[in-house]
């Protein structure tokens, strides 16, 4: 089916994306309830301490033959304190 994944995108698959982009992010801290099993855009939310908190944008694509993975993110708010 088109925009449908055969498998799922997790939280480590994340975690790793991010590292090979010199982003170092525990995947502990990455909030998603289920693996993401569709192409699309996706807010996450991310909590380093409890009160330490941001927003992370994941874009899920089609990979290119010569692409590496199909993850791709971008952060979408700096971390932020909460009230």
Known sequence: EEGHLFGSVTVEN??????????????????????????????????????????????VVKADDDDEGAVDSDEAASPSETD
């Open 14 to 59: 994340i975690s790793e994306q991010l590292a090979g982009e010199g982003i170092d992010l525990d995947p502990k801290w990455i909030e998603l309830e289920k693996p993401i099993k569709e192409l699309g855009i996706y807010n996450l939310n991310v909590s380093i301490l409890s009160e330490v908190t941001s927003v992370i944008k994941v874009w």
